[in-house]
């Protein structure tokens, strides 16, 4: 924003990481784009000015809630501000705004629309729990928040069966046994895996071990914000023999899932045809 109360002749949209944990996490550019902005646009208002007065920052710009439920509607009246030549800066509760959180949408309606767009890096959950979690970081894949329910959950997991990167997920605590459950089911139980709890915070705690062990420790009851790493396939490993692409198969429906969307699943994350695995099935 100008001294005299103008805006700059080209609007721009300041996308910030927010720290996950610490605020001393967050840089001083932070701090000084909190100040500097025409527009915030906020996750949590109240978090966002407790982090300024934690920064030291005083917020010079309007502040505007942009949560899940608004975004939508919100986007529209954030890019008539662009448009208007105004910076606006969004910024969530922790970690970058886009990476489930709100964010996409706006930057998309700002690229469209050829306005500058430019990030202000901080913390992100995803690449600390990858670093600490001692699975291999060269090559991976955020996954984001598996679906809530069980079937589209199993689904969705049994497509990643056969995924060699190592991945990285988000859960809610309350769901964590169970998700930690279907994917043990998925990718197996011996599966190296990494429960990252609280990052950077007083109560930090990295669980390691395989998917099965952990579901058993997660059913236990866990609180705070939960990353979750897990290592991709090895494919150096024998293949699943035929047999026990079928067994699997039975395993599914047992759990629920239809025979034919069973047999789906399994084949394609064992890399066989479904037709082979069907007769396979349907001779049993």
Request: aromatic share 4%; net charge negative; with cysteine.
């Given at each position: 924003m100008?001294?005299?109360?103008g805006v700059t002749d080209n609007g721009r949209l300041v996308l910030a990481g927010a720290p996950i944990g610490q605020a001393g996490d967050a840089s001083p550019r932070l701090r000084d784009a909190l100040e500097s902005a025409d527009v915030v646009a906020a996750e949590d208002t109240r978090r966002l000015r407790r982090l300024a007065a934690e920064l030291?920052?005083?917020?010079?710009?309007?502040?505007?809630?942009?949560?899940?439920?608004?975004?939508?509607?919100?986007?529209?009246?954030?890019?008539?501000?662009?448009?208007?030549?105004?910076?606006?800066?969004?910024?969530t509760d922790a970690g970058m705004p886009g990476v489930s959180d709100p964010g996409?949408?706006?930057?998309?309606?700002?690229?469209?629309?050829?306005?500058?767009?430019?990030?202000?890096?901080?913390?992100?959950?995803?690449?600390?729990?990858?670093?600490?979690?001692?699975?291999?970081?060269?090559?991976?894949?955020?996954?984001?928040?598996?679906?809530?329910?069980?079937?589209e959950r199993a689904r969705r997991l049994a497509a990643l069966a056969a995924e060699e990167r190592t991945m990285v997920f988000f859960e809610a605590p309350h769901r964590l046994a169970a998700a930690l459950e279907a994917m043990a089911e998925a990718f197996g139980p011996d599966r190296p895996a990494a429960v990252c709890r609280e990052l950077t915070k007083t109560y930090e705690e990295v669980r390691r071990g395989g998917l099965g062990e952990l579901a058993e420790w997660a059913a236990g009851g866990v609180r705070g914000e939960i990353t979750v790493?897990?290592?991709?396939?090895?494919?150096?490993?024998?293949?699943?023999?035929?047999?026990?692409?079928?067994?699997?198969?039975?395993?599914?429906?047992?759990?629920?899932?239809?025979?034919?969307?069973?047999?789906?699943?399994?084949?394609?994350?064992?890399?066989?045809?479904?037709?082979?695995?069907y007769d396979a099935v349907h001779q049993v």
């Open positions: 100008r001294e005299d109360g030291g920052a005083e917020i010079g710009g309007r502040v505007v809630s942009y949560y899940d439920a608004n975004e939508s509607g919100r986007a529209a009246e954030l890019l008539a501000a662009l448009q208007e030549g105004r910076t606006v800066l969004v910024i996409y949408r706006l930057t998309h309606l700002a690229v469209e629309a050829g306005i500058t767009v430019t990030s202000l890096p901080g913390p992100s959950a995803v690449t600390t729990a990858l670093a600490v979690s001692g699975l291999p970081s060269d090559r991976f894949c955020f996954e984001g928040f598996p679906p809530r329910k069980p079937g790493v897990v290592a991709g396939r090895v494919h150096d490993a024998a293949p699943p023999s035929i047999e026990e692409l079928v067994e699997e198969v039975a395993r599914r429906e047992e759990a629920g899932t239809s025979r034919k969307q069973a047999i789906v699943d399994v084949a394609k994350g064992a890399g066989v045809p479904k037709r082979v695995l």
